[in-house]
């Protein structure tokens, strides 16, 4: 689930492996901001679902697997592909998304490996069903929701908190100072 700069990774190992079935689901599509980090993307895929590139890439280092691409959002994913996959990894950059991905491997009983950046940080959290809390139980979920990827900001924002985001940076950047937003 996911296939961004961790995400690519994942997949890219999973296919090395020998997988036998791998579901790539993003809804994302290839920005030339991705291509310093998502390694199974190139120029010429600009503006092509990740999920499609990814499967393609993924044909040509192993073509004896099989990739099945979704280029939509988690909740949009029809349930028997979470009730058949053995187990979830998530390569997520999103709260919402990775709540979904629980939701449903709480849901369905399935391990999950959920993994994730910001910054200079990195995480790896396994949901294994009945044998520990999952990512919604855990309190570090909380401090998660306040920070964003770096990885975010660069190229266009499609959120509204990205926006206000991205125009603080710029202007502490040029003032070096916080703008002041006591008045907003």
Request: glycine residues 8%; hydrophobic residues 35%; aromatic residues 8%.
């Amino acid at each position: 689930m996911g296939v961004g700069g961790l995400g690519t990774e994942i997949a890219k190992n999973l296919a090395m492996a020998g997988v036998g079935i791998i579901h790539l689901i993003d809804l994302d599509i290839i920005e030339y901001s991705n291509l310093n980090r998502q390694i199974l993307f190139s120029d010429a895929d600009e503006g092509e679902p990740k999920a499609k590139v990814a499967a393609r890439a993924l044909n040509k280092i192993n073509p004896y697997s099989k990739y099945i691409w979704h280029h939509s959002n988690l909740e949009d994913v029809d349930p028997e592909i979470y009730a058949t996959a053995d187990l979830y990894i998530s390569g997520l950059d999103s709260v919402t998304a990775r709540n979904e991905l629980i939701r449903r491997a709480v849901q369905f009983k399935k391990p999950m490996i959920d993994g994730g950046t910001a910054t200079y940080y990195g995480h790896v959290y396994t949901y294994l069903p009945s044998k520990n809390a999952c990512l919604q139980c855990d309190p570090q979920q909380e401090r998660e929701r306040e920070t964003l990827a770096a990885c975010t900001l660069v190229g266009i924002p499609r959120k509204k908190s990205h926006c206000l985001l991205k125009g603080q940076l710029y202007f502490e950047s040029k003032n070096n100072r916080p703008p002041d937003t006591t008045i907003l």
